[in-house]
Structure formats: C-alpha cells, structure tokens
C-alpha cells in the first residue's frame, strides 16, 4: 500500500490508498493550528439507475446499468479467473455473463411469476446496492384470455389470445400448449399474445381447461375463459333423409374421423344395424355408406369415432326407410290409348341401377318407362277399355305404389251423322271423337240395328271423322254408334240418328245360350229365316256361326248340327271353333241374310282356371287345376291335343312328350299335375283344350315357385371357421330332378358348394331341405354378410334381415396389468385372438403394442415375447418403447385387427425419484435415489444406456464417461451417485432409464448445492498478522475433484490461497473442512469480511463473520510533562502491527505534528530509545510550550486516535 498526503502548511493528513478522506477536524492548541484525520475513509458503494429489461421469466439476460459496480473486482491468478461482482434477485443470486464499472450483465434466476423482484449488485468489496424502484424485475407468467372456437375436435384450429405467450422463449423455442394434460401441436408461427394450435388428438369429449407453459416452465393460470369443449362426433345433416336398404347415404358433419386412419374407419349405425364399411366414403366432415337392411320406419343414424365416441341423437341424425314409392300425380289425367303420360312421385328408383327400370302398370297392364328419375317418368298408355284405372310404379326391389291414382281413358262419342237418312249402301261420315282409341291396323266398327259395317278414314283425322257404307237392314230410324278397336260403344245420343228406307230382311233377335264351348246347342231367334222358301226354286236356308256356314244340304258334313229350322227359331249345334264372339247369322231361301247385330252373337269360351291349390311350392310340387272347359272339342273328330300350361313349359298327354308322366288326372273342370323345374317366380297356369283354345292369363291361374328361404343363422355372428347352422325351407328345391343344378352355400360373396373341385367342399358339414351346417369362410371382420343357399332349381334365397352373418373383429376387454415398464409381462383378454387360425393358409397372429408388432413368426425377432397366445388371452412382455400410453391390439389369423377402445391401453411409466437423501451436501456428496423404473428396458438386446442427471451433468455407465465412476450401485429403485463438480444452488435429479425415459422434474427429486458458510471468526478483533481461527462448513466442497480449483479465503479484499504462487500462502496456517487457520494480512485499521472458497468455486456468503483490524492505541503518556529532550514513555497497544510483515510501512510517533520514525533517513530516528508493541520510549523534540497529541504509527500505517491520555504538554 501507499500512502495519499493533504498537506497545510507543514501539516499532513494521510489516508490508505484506495480509501476517500472525507473529513477533517481541526484544533486549535496554544495558538498552532493542527488537521487531523477525522477517522477511516467511508467506501463508495455499486448504485443502480436502470435494468432492461424490466420484466420476463426465469433465465431472460438482463442488462444493469449504474456505477461503481465492480469495486474490488478484477483479475486473481495467473490465468486470467476474475473476480466478479454478486447480483441478487429478491435475495435469489444470479448468473453473472459480463460485468464491468456501470453494467453488469446477468441471466434472470428462479423466482414464482408474479415476484416483484429487487435487484441488488454487492460488489467486490462487500458493498451492496440500495434497493431502489428503478432496479426491480417483474417476473411474468403467461395469461390464456381466450380461446376460439371454444369447441372443437380433434385438429380443430384453435386461436388462443392472452399475454407473455413467449416470455422466456429464446431463438428456436416454443412455449408448450396443453389441452387438459394433451399436449397440442403448433403449427405455424406465434407471438407473444397470440398462438394457434391443432386441438391434440386421443382426447375424449369433455371440457379441458387449455394452459400454455411458458419456456420457462410456468404455467398459465385456468379461469373460465381457457376452456374447450371437445364435442366428440357431430351428425349434422343425411341426405337423402328417405330411402331403402343399400340406399346410398350422405353424412355430413365434424369430428366424424377423430383417431381414424386409411384403413380404420368410423362406425355408422343406422339405429342398431351397422353400415358395412367396405365401398364408403370416409373425412373428418363427410361419410358415405350404403344403408344396412332395417325395418320400415325413422331411425337415427349415429357415428362411433375410432377413439370410441359417439355422435348424440338429434333430429338431423334422422333416416326414414321407406318400403314403398309413391305416385302422387298422373298428367293428363284422362285420354285416350297411346297418349303419352308423366307420372311424378317419389322412390321410383329404389333398388335401381343403369340396366334395371322401375315397373309401370296402367290398369294391369305393364309398360315400359321412359325419363326415368326417383320422382318422375313418362309411359305410353297402354290399350285398355274406357273409364278409370290404377297407375302404379314398382321400384327395383319389388316394392309397388299404394293409393288410387288413377288414368281415365275416354269412350268414343258421336256429335255428328250427316247425311242422316238414306238407303242400304249410302256413304255415311260420322263425326266424334276417340274413334279409333286401341286401333293398329283397323279402325274399329259402326254398329247400326246391331248390324256391325267396317269404318274408312278418307274424310279428315281418323279419331274424329270416320265413314261407313250403310248395310242391307230394314227401313227405319236407328241409332249409329262407333265400337273402337279397344271395344268401347259410344253411348246412344240424339245426335247419331240414321233413317233407313228398304224392305225388312231376317233378322236374329236373340241366341240363347250367347256362351258355351264347342258342341254348345244354342236357340237363334227372330224373323224372316223362313223367307222364300215357298217359292219355286228357292235357295237353300243356312246358319252361319262366325264363319263356319252349317245348311241343310244332304252334301253338307254338318247338316246333322242343325236340330231344327221354322221361320222364328232355328236349333243348332256350333261347330268346331277357337274361343271367342262370333256373328251367328240366317239366310232364307230369298239369299237374304240377316245382319250383324250385337243380340246376334255366340262367344265361344276359352278354358278358364278359377284355381291352383297350392299355389306356391318348389320344382316337384303337385297342383290341381280347377276351373271349366277343359275338355272343349275333345268330342270333335280330329280334336286338338289337349295340354297343361306351367309358365312356358308345355305338358301334354302325347306319348312323345317327356313331361307326360307329370299329367296325374285331367277332367273337364280339374287337372292334377306336378310342377316341372323352374326358377323362382310366379308364373302363369294355363290349360289348352282340345279347341286349341288355351285358359287366359288370370290372377287365380298362377303358381308361385318359391325360392330357398333362409329364416334363421345361428350362430349370426362370429370368426372365420364358425360353424353355423342355417334354418329355412326350399334348400333341396329341385334336386330330385334329372340334370339338376349344383346347390351351394353363399356367405357374403364367397360360394361353398359340395362339387368335388370346390376347394370350400368341406365346409359344409350337412345339407337337407331346412336345415345346412357349413363353417364359415375367411373374411374380413366389421362386415356383415348375406347368408343365402342356392337349390337345385338354381334358385337362391333372398337377401334377408334374418340372413346375415357378421364376421366379429378380435376385441380387447381388458389389458392387465395395464401400466408398467418395457418388460412387463401383461395379460390381455377379450375374444376372436385365433379368429381364422384354423384356416388353410392362415396370416400370422400377432400382437401390437403401440406401433410395435410382435408375431408368432420363426423370423420376428420379438417372437419369444409372446408368452401364450389363445382365443381369449394373450400373454406378452411389452417391448422396448418410451413412456406414455399406448393401445393394445390384437390380429388374429383372418388380418383382422381389434379396434381400438379404452380398455385396450397400456400406459410405459417413466422412472420416477421420489426421494434424494442427502437433499443437500457439496461437490462429491453421495447421494441415494429413491425411485421406480430405473432399470426399465435395461433387459431388452439393444438398450439405451442409463444415466442419472445432476442438474445439467450426466453421469452414465458407459465406459467413455469420465463421470462414470460417481455411479456407486444402480438398481431399479435405488441410484447411489457421488454428485459433480457444480456451482451452490438447487439442481434437478433425474435417472433416465434404458428405455431412453427420464423421471420427471418433482419437488422431491433436488439436491441442493450448498455454499460453504462460515459460522465464527475467533478472535474476531486483532491486527494484521493476527492467527485467527474461521469455522464453519464446505470448506473443502470440490477439493477432492479431479480438477478442483484453487480453495482460498479472503480477508476483506485479500485472497489468500494455497496456490504456490500467492506470496501470501503461508498466512493459511491449516484448512479443513470445517476450520480454517489463518494468519491476517496487512491491512488499515477497521472491520472486513471474512470468507472461504472452496475448490468448488463457491464462496461464503457475507454474514455476520467479520473481523475488525483495530488501530494503535495510547493509553498512558509518562511523564505528560515536560521539556524538549524528556524521554516519553508511552504505552498502549498494536504499536507494532504490521512490523512482522514484508514491506511494512515505517512505524513511528506523532509529538503534535513532529513525526519520528525509526527509517534511516529521519534526522530524529536517534529520539526513538526504545519501540515495542505496547511500549514506546521517545525523547521529546523541539517544541513551542503547549500541549500536544502524542500519537503512535504502526507498520499498518494505522495511527492511533488523540485522547486525553495521549497528551503531552511542554513546559515554558
């Protein structure tokens, strides 16, 4: 040290250097005037005026700007190491990066959000800031203030609005957003008060608090405003909202795929019948599927996500089957034959495809459509007789119309005869209309005096004016009427009246009966048949029926049909003839024939059918026929083979027909018969007489050949293999015909016959009529399938409700136990495990953990972790994965893999410490970790290596590792580690397992760096070159490391160590752990700091541990009187403080302001007689009478004070 001088007059104050005089005293004695120290110079302390910035999180750098804040600092060794100034938050030190007189920079340490920190630097020489309100730190939280939309699913883009979002966040880093405890993804950019987020997915519905974990691991706080509402699956709308089983339908809504994949679709239920998957269409927003069979009426429709959550039923779920469509309009609605006609309605084309057209039927008569749409189409009205009739539509699937919509065809009128009288063979035009309604190729008839005359079309449009040649008939008026082709009269108006003038002819005014069959005997009545027949030469009388002429003529082969012939009624026989009207007619022996008239006709009848019983069966069935004519004209000479109708197959009693032993019995009015081989369908009963005239088609002459039905499948659903018994009738329809067709079996679209090239042959296990047992074919599971039998008439079962069979996906029920560590052997249960195992050609069974698979494959290097594997449970050992929850699944034999469901998950723990004991101790304390799961994964081929993180120090086992020898024992709940060189504070412990997981940041999981600490300085008062002795602890913290730095104390601003560079080493007299010997350096009087460094680097605290270098004191001047030369003995203490160290000040007295030292070079050093610590002895100098200070020096340069006992006064 040197020395600072103000000097007045020959007067000198001095002060350490390094130190501010900052007063001086002065004294008035005997006239002279002294300056004297006013006492130690008072240190300038570090002063704060600003920080930036003024608020953030734990670890932002902050910036402090102000003065003096690094006094006492700078370089103490050889290498550069500097000592540095200590800056505090709320008491909380922080790291300093950079420092220097008026700025400090320091990285924020850990305090709560919301601290309102005071910052304050305590420089190197133990000073501290004041606590001002320009140094305070605002530590920020982030704040979530709102969340849009506030519902959602999972992948909704939600915008979360708040404050301080990235506070804490440095380049690259992104805060952590939470829904519930999901972590969600972010993205794309953020800011500060702004974030979006994609809702995480494996969430189910509920309302989740949303937090946002700033960089700095705070939490935002959860109020009502950070809340989301998961919604789950959302069915917003069908369309159409009607139709039938296999309808196509549309879904539309959100949330539909929520943990959806490609090939893992939701499930759609239309009330409790699934939709099969195959052939949909699948998004988040939309799925479209067939409708499943269902029972008429409104169901709703629901759609299960692949997390397991389902839509809520509301009234836009809503499907409606229908069973049938509608007609609800027909345009025009009245006509005539062939007038083109739109039909609108709903549900025309249900069933329908691009080949297959609904059915029309106009009063029984089909025709087909044209423009077909579900709600119109347009048809040609087919022939039919005047007046209303039913229009109805069938839709594809058989389904026809109900209702009375109806079509009226209109009957032809007259409005017009011109001319209106005249004789036999006038041309008549007769006006009207729908004349020719039915016509093709004809126009239809005039009917006058029931005589029927052709009509021509040479006057103008056919259906409104026509013309016909007026036959021979007797005069008088008559009413002309207009039979179209169709058959429909005009009615008699005022309007058609025609006047013939010309003689009567014979006229036939009644036969009787109208109707019979050939052989039919009939009565002709009227007048005239005798007519000329007494006249000489008359022609021969004649009856004609239709067209057959019967006379009385010897020659004529049916004369002998007559039975009598007067001039009012002839009796005759009808002759051989084809079902249908026919005129009868007389002509007299004038040539005179009767005329065609409406009372003048016989009908001869077709055979009719009034009955089959029964009417439906299968190939095989015996019928009987009832009904009449059957055996018409089978008493004619050359009679037609009479024959039986079965559809288009033709069964007559010739020796030449195959079919002929199928005729059991044939009367007039019963045929018994047995039904040929036929598809199924309902065909038309028809028998032809010996007329040739065959029974029309009519609703009682029809037999239905049923198809195979299939009542019940039972089991109705389970694996591939299943044996199931399938119930029905008609299954052996046909198969005891010659040449019949193979039966089989269809599940779904797979064909089981019991043909010997059929690869399936043996799954059928039996076959009768109402009863097959077959095992059931590979498929995949989630469908369900029509199960339909084929017989031998080639015909199969329909698609039925009662006929389906459903292939069940594997199913976990339960997962035990379902948490754990790779390696855990856990049980999982539920059914279908060997679905398909049985098969030929089997997929491997596996086990998913995850996205891990584990097979049962020879090649699978996972193989062994399969323990067992049955059709409901499979025992595994989880493999090697990271902590977090996973699902467990299953794939059996037929690839079809369990869903995932909540009771299938399996959650990997992390390891977890829950206790560090020692919680506190230095560098090299052993520590022991309490914990779980710290050797999870460890037993696995390839595992991670584990290690144990003290702070951000790993230790790992590896042999690389310099640390590895900390490492002490390593057990799975146990880790004794000696922990690493580091600076004081608490640090985070965490053991990171073989399965690459770390245990969490807890509470219980710290170790807490202690500072050495000094608890006593004895003495605490002395002088330089005192031994003082410093207790306390960590004082040798680090120094058993393997580069351990350099352990020192400092004394106020003097470090000592024990480096064999510090001139100062020998003052360290002894250093233990919990002690240290010290001899104090030189140093001006007053009170330091005492502190210890240990090799850790770490330095004691400023606390009550001081020592106080005190000044030379004077408590005895004798005598205190006297001359210049008296010999002084003063006496006192620390007079020789400081002389036993290198390059001590001079020590010397102060008579007044006559200073003596003992250097050489002082002109008074032979005053000095003798120096000792407490005893002085001096001869007094030249000095003017009066009393002075008589003060002492040391080698410290430390003087002591004037007191009254340390004067001494000159006598005059």
């Known amino acids: 040290m040197g020395t600072n001088k103000v000097g007045i007059g020959r007067t000198t104050a001095t002060a350490a250097r390094g130190r501010l005089v900052t007063g001086v005293?002065?004294?008035?004695?005997?006239?002279?005037?002294?300056?004297?120290?006013?006492?130690?110079?008072?240190?300038v302390g570090p002063t704060i005026s600003s920080v930036s910035p003024t608020s953030g999180a734990t670890g932002t750098p902050v910036t402090i700007v102000?003065?003096?804040?690094?006094?006492?600092?700078?370089?103490?060794?050889?290498?550069?190491?500097?000592?540095?100034?200590?800056?505090?938050?709320?008491?909380?030190?922080?790291?300093?990066?950079?420092?220097?007189?008026?700025?400090?920079?320091?990285?924020?340490?850990?305090?709560?959000?919301?601290?309102?920190?005071?910052?304050?630097?305590?420089?190197?020489?133990?000073?501290?800031?004041?606590?001002?309100?320009?140094?305070?730190?605002?530590?920020?939280?982030?704040?979530?203030?709102?969340?849009?939309?506030?519902?959602?699913?999972?992948?909704?883009?939600?915008?979360?609005?708040?404050?301080?979002?990235?506070?804490?966040?440095?380049?690259?880093?992104?805060p952590t957003v939470r829904f519930g405890s999901a972590e969600a993804e972010i993205p794309g950019s953020l800011s500060a008060s702004s974030i979006v987020v994609k809702a995480p997915a494996g969430v189910h519905p509920g309302v989740y608090d949303v937090t946002v974990v700033s960089c700095a691991g705070d939490t935002s706080a959860v109020t009502s405003a950070t809340r989301f509402t998961y919604t789950g699956p959302v069915v917003a709308g069908v369309?159409?909202?009607?139709?039938?089983?296999?309808?196509?339908?549309?879904?539309?809504?959100?949330?539909?795929?929520?943990?959806?994949?490609?090939?893992?679709?939701?499930?759609?239920?239309?009330?409790?019948?699934v939709a099969d998957p195959g052939g949909g269409s699948y998004s988040p927003a939309s799925i479209t599927v067939r409708a499943p069979a269902h029972a008429d009426g409104a169901v709703d429709i629901t759609v299960t996500d692949c997390q397991g959550d389902s839509s809520a039923i509301t009234s836009a779920d809503r499907f409606t089957y229908t069973r049938t469509p509608s007609v609800t309009a027909v345009t025009p609605s009245e006509g005539v034959i062939g007038a083109e006609l739109t039909v609108t309605g709903a549900r025309f084309t249900a069933g329908c495809t691009s080949s297959a057209l609904p059915r029309v039927s106009i009063g029984g008569t089909d025709v087909t459509p044209t423009d077909v749409s579900a709600t119109s189409l347009k048809v040609l009205a087919p022939p039919h007789s005047a007046g209303p009739v039913a229009v109805t539509v069938t839709d594809c699937d058989g389904d026809a119309s109900a209702g009375a919509t109806t079509y009226s065809y209109l009957?032809?009128?007259?409005?017009?005869?011109?001319?209106?009288?005249?004789?036999?063979?006038?041309?008549?035009?007769?006006?009207?209309?729908?004349?020719?309604?039915?016509?093709?190729?004809?126009?239809?008839?005039?009917?006058?005096?029931?005589?029927?005359?052709?009509?021509?079309?040479?006057?103008?449009?056919?259906?409104?004016?026509?013309?016909?040649?007026?036959?021979?008939?007797?005069?008088?008026?008559?009413?002309?009427?207009?039979?179209?082709?169709?058959?429909?009269?005009?009615?008699?108006?005022?309007?058609?009246?025609?006047?013939?003038?010309?003689?009567?002819?014979?006229?036939?005014?009644?036969?009787?009966?109208?109707?019979?069959?050939?052989?039919?005997?009939?009565?002709?009545?009227?007048?005239?048949?005798?007519?000329?027949?007494?006249?000489?030469?008359?022609?021969?009388?004649?009856?004609?029926?239709?067209?057959?002429?019967?006379?009385?003529?010897?020659?004529?082969?049916?004369?002998?049909?007559?039975?009598?012939?007067?001039?009012?009624?002839?009796?005759?026989?009808?002759?051989?003839?084809?079902?249908?009207?026919?005129?009868?007619?007389?002509?007299?022996?004038?040539?005179?024939?009767?005329?065609i008239a409406t009372a003048a006709r016989f009908t001869y009848l077709a055979p009719k059918v009034s009955k089959v019983a029964p009417s439906k069966g299968y190939?095989?069935?015996?019928?009987?026929?009832?009904?009449?004519?059957?055996?018409?004209?089978?008493?004619?000479?050359?009679?037609?083979?009479?024959?039986?109708?079965?559809?288009?197959?033709?069964?007559?009693?010739?020796?030449?027909?195959?079919?002929?032993?199928?005729?059991?019995?044939?009367?007039?009015?019963?045929?018994?018969?047995?039904?040929?081989?036929?598809?199924?369908?309902?065909?038309?009963?028809?028998?032809?007489?010996?007329?040739?005239?065959?029974?029309?088609?009519?609703?009682?002459?029809?037999?239905?050949?049923?198809?195979?039905?299939?009542t019940k499948v039972s089991p109705d659903k389970g694996y591939t293999g299943t044996q199931i018994e399938i119930t029905g009738t008609g299954f052996l329809s046909g198969c005891g015909e010659p040449f019949p067709f193979p039966k089989a079996v269809s599940i779904g679209d797979t064909e089981i016959t019991l043909e010997p090239f059929d690869p399936n042959r043996d799954r059928i296990v039996s076959f009768t009529d109402t009863k097959v047992v077959v095992k059931a074919p590979p498929k995949s599971a989630g469908s369900t399938v029509d199960v339909r039998v084929r017989n031998c008439s080639f015909d199969t079962s329909p698609i039925a409700t009662a006929a389906k069979f459903t292939y069940l996906a594997p199913k976990v029920t339960k997962v035990s136990p379902d948490k754990g560590y790779t390696g855990t052997q856990i049980e999982i249960s539920g059914s279908g495990f060997l679905g398909g195992c049985g098969e030929q050609f089997p997929f491997p069974k596996s086990v998913f953990i995850g996205d891990t698979e584990i097979t049962?494959?020879?090649?699978?290097?996972?193989?062994?972790?399969?323990?067992?594997?049955?059709?409901?449970?499979?025992?595994?050992?989880?493999?090697?994965?990271?902590?977090?929850?996973?699902?467990?699944?299953?794939?059996?034999?037929?690839?079809?893999?369990?869903?995932?469901?909540?009771?299938?998950?399996?959650?990997?723990?992390?390891?977890?410490?829950?206790?560090?004991?020692?919680?506190?101790?230095?560098?090299?304390?052993?520590?022991?970790?309490?914990?779980?799961?710290?050797?999870?994964?460890?037993?696995?081929?390839?595992?991670?290596?584990?290690?144990?993180?003290?702070?951000?120090?790993?230790?790992?086992?590896?042999?690389?590792?310099?640390?590895?020898?900390?490492?002490?024992?390593?057990?799975?709940?146990?880790?004794?580690?000696?922990?690493?060189?580091?600076?004081v504070g608490a640090v985070d412990v965490r053991v990171r397992n073989c399965s690459f997981d770390t245990s969490p940041i807890a509470t219980a999981a710290k170790f807490t760096y202690l500072a050495p600490k000094v608890t006593k300085v004895s003495p605490d008062k002395g002088y330089t070159g005192t031994q003082i002795e410093i207790t306390g602890t960590g004082f040798l913290g680090g120094c058993g490391e393997q580069y351990p730095f350099p352990k020192s104390v400092f004394i106020g601003d003097t470090e000592i160590t024990t480096e064999p560079v510090d001139p100062n080493r020998d003052r360290i007299v002894s250093f233990t752990d919990t002690k240290v010997v010290v001899r104090v350096p030189l140093r001006s009087a007053g009170t330091v700091d005492v502190r210890v460094r240990n090799c850790n680097f770490d330095?004691?605290?400023?606390?009550?541990?001081?020592?106080?270098?005190?000044?030379?004191?004077?408590?005895?001047?004798?005598?205190?009187?006297?001359?210049?030369?008296?010999?002084?003995?003063?006496?006192?203490?620390?007079f020789l403080g400081g002389c036993g160290e290198p390059f001590p000040f001079p020590k010397s007295v102060f008579i007044g302001d006559t200073e003596i030292t003992t250097e050489p070079v002082d002109p008074n050093r032979d005053r000095i007689v003798s120096f000792t610590d407490t005893k002085v002895v001096v001869k007094a100098p030249p000095h003017a009478p009066g009393t002075y200070n008589l003060r002492v020096r040391n080698c410290s340069f430390d003087t002591s004070a004037a007191a009254s006992a340390s004067t001494f006064k000159y006598l005059g």
């Open 1099 to 1134: 330095t004691t605290p400023v606390v009550a541990a001081k020592f106080t270098y005190l000044a030379p004191k004077v408590t005895k001047v004798s005598p205190d009187k006297g001359y210049t030369g008296t010999q002084i003995e003063i006496t006192g203490t620390g």
């Open 239 to 273: 369309s159409p909202a009607e139709g039938k089983a296999s309808t196509q339908v549309n879904i539309t809504g959100y949330g539909l795929g929520s943990g959806c994949t490609a090939t893992v679709h939701p499930v759609v239920r239309f009330g409790t019948e």
């Open 856 to 983: 049962t494959e020879s090649v699978d290097p996972n193989r062994d972790r399969i323990v067992s594997f049955t059709d409901t449970k499979v025992v595994v050992k989880v493999p090697l994965r990271s902590a977090g929850t996973v699902d467990v699944r299953v794939r059996n034999c037929n690839f079809d893999t369990t869903p995932v469901v909540s009771a299938d998950q399996f959650t990997y723990l992390a390891p977890k410490v829950t206790n560090v004991s020692p919680d506190k101790g230095y560098t090299g304390t052993q520590i022991e970790i309490t914990g779980t799961g710290f050797l999870s994964g460890c037993g696995e081929q390839f595992p991670f290596p584990k290690s144990v993180f003290i702070g951000d120090t790993e230790i790992t086992t590896e042999p690389v590792d310099p640390n590895r020898d900390r490492i002490v024992s390593f057990t799975d709940t146990k880790v004794v580690v000696r922990v690493p060189l580091r600076s």
């Open 66 to 174: 102000g003065s003096e804040l690094v006094n006492g600092c700078g370089p103490i060794t050889e290498d550069g190491t500097s000592r540095v100034p200590t800056v505090t938050f709320a008491g909380v030190p922080a790291t300093v990066t950079s420092s220097g007189p008026t700025s400090i920079s320091v990285t924020a340490p850990s305090n709560p959000p919301g601290t309102v920190a005071d910052i304050r630097v305590t420089d190197c020489n133990g000073a501290e800031s004041p606590v001002v309100a320009a140094a305070r730190f605002t530590y920020l939280r982030p704040t979530v203030t709102g969340v849009s939309p506030a519902t959602g699913n999972p992948g909704t883009f939600v915008t979360l609005s708040g404050t301080n979002f990235t506070v804490g966040c440095t380049a690259g880093a992104r």
């Open 411 to 595: 009957a032809p009128t007259v409005t017009r005869v011109s001319p209106n009288a005249g004789n036999p063979g006038s041309q008549v035009t007769v006006n009207g209309t729908s004349f020719t309604s039915g016509c093709v190729t004809g126009l239809g008839v005039a009917i006058i005096d029931d005589v029927e005359v052709p009509l021509s079309d040479g006057v103008g449009p056919s259906d409104v004016a026509l013309q016909f040649t007026v036959p021979k008939i007797g005069g008088g008026t008559y009413d002309v009427q207009i039979r179209n082709c169709q058959g429909d009269v005009s009615p008699v108006v005022a309007a058609d009246r025609f006047t013939v003038t010309a003689p009567p002819l014979p006229k036939v005014k009644r036969v009787a009966p109208n109707k019979g069959y050939t052989g039919t005997q009939i009565e002709i009545s009227g007048s005239g048949f005798l007519g000329g027949c007494g006249e000489p030469f008359p022609y021969p009388k004649a009856v004609f029926i239709g067209d057959r002429e019967i006379t009385t003529e010897p020659v004529d082969p049916n004369r002998d049909r007559i039975v009598s012939f007067t001039d009012t009624k002839v009796v005759v026989r009808v002759p051989l003839h084809s079902a249908g009207t026919v005129d009868v007619r007389v002509r007299n022996c004038s040539f005179d024939t009767s005329p």
């Open 25 to 43: 005293s002065a004294a008035v004695l005997a006239g002279a005037l002294a300056i004297l120290p006013a006492g130690p110079a008072a240190a």
């Open 619 to 710: 190939t095989g069935t015996q019928i009987e026929i009832t009904g009449t004519g059957f055996l018409s004209g089978c008493g004619e000479p050359f009679p037609f083979p009479k024959s039986v109708f079965i559809g288009d197959t033709e069964i007559t009693t010739e020796p030449v027909d195959p079919n002929r032993d199928r005729i059991v019995s044939f009367t007039d009015t019963k045929v018994v018969v047995r039904v040929p081989r036929r598809s199924a369908g309902t065909v038309d009963v028809r028998v032809r007489n010996c007329s040739f005239d065959t029974s029309p088609i009519a609703t009682a002459a029809k037999f239905t050949y049923l198809a195979p039905k299939v």
